[in-house]
């Protein structure tokens, strides 16, 4: 059935089926195998390689230690694991989320491809992360939250980021939209990513809104650059 495509002129934020409560656990976990199989197909882990690499030059010889915040099912972070591992650099995995279900499936991905995570309950929105890292990364997740939250989220990851920073996230476009509404029907059977692959497209940022956002979070110097498929990249470092 074909999908009319709304005003995507502003943001509208509504509340996506897997951030309910109520959300049945199972379902909850079909969900983020879902979307760990279209964060393959996109290749989410692909734009932090570089930076990585540029970071464990700077830093050798001690590894680099790295934060992924709202990490979901841990599948990003993974593939970096297993990435790092076959590149020879020394990189050291944090993860954290507000759901402690996702905390326990990220643990379990990574134990399964014999990789160890430090994995702690952490809600972004509401906290400081007690610590610093090289590299903090967070994807898919700033379209989740309202504007004066966004900012303030951000300038929790700048602050938690002791070397570089970097977002990415969903760009509000008619063809993202498009996508979204293909891909996650063709790659996914879970009904919750069905529903919420629009929403959040609907939900997310354009380039220039991110850029302005980063602004207002007091990130000076931050750069945005557009990635496929119909994404974007916020990269900050730090002074």
Not at 129 to 150: E, M
Request: proline share 6%; aromatic share 6%; charged share 25%.
């Amino acid at each position: 059935m074909a999908t009319a495509i709304p005003s995507l002129s502003t943001r509208v934020v509504l509340p996506e089926v897997m951030d309910q409560p109520h959300l049945h656990p199972d379902h909850h976990r079909t969900a983020l195998s879902a979307l760990a199989r279209l964060n393959w197909w996109s290749g989410a882990s692909r734009p932090y390689r570089a930076l990585l690499r540029r970071v464990a030059d700077e830093v050798r010889p001690r590894p680099v230690t790295l934060l992924d915040v709202a990490t979901g099912g841990g599948d990003v972070p993974v593939a970096l694991g297993r990435w790092a591992r076959r590149v020879g650099i020394d990189l050291r995995i944090a993860v954290c989320d507000n759901n402690p279900r996702a905390v326990r499936l990220a643990r379990e991905r990574a134990a399964h491809r014999d990789l160890t995570f430090e994995a702690f309950v952490h809600d972004i929105t509401r906290d400081e992360i007690p610590k610093l890292y090289d590299v903090v990364i967070c994807s898919l997740f700033l379209h989740h939250l309202a504007h004066p939250v966004a900012v303030e989220a951000v300038r929790r990851l700048a602050c938690a980021a002791d070397r570089r920073l970097v977002i990415c996230d969903l760009a509000r476009t008619r063809t993202g939209f498009l996508l979204a509404t293909v891909a996650s029907r063709f790659l996914t059977r879970s009904p919750v990513v069905h529903t919420d692959a629009l929403l959040s497209v609907r939900a997310a940022f354009t380039p220039g809104e991110a850029i302005r956002l980063a602004h207002e979070a007091g990130l000076r110097g931050a750069v945005v650059h557009r990635c496929w498929p119909q994404r974007f990249r916020l990269c900050w470092s730090r002074p």
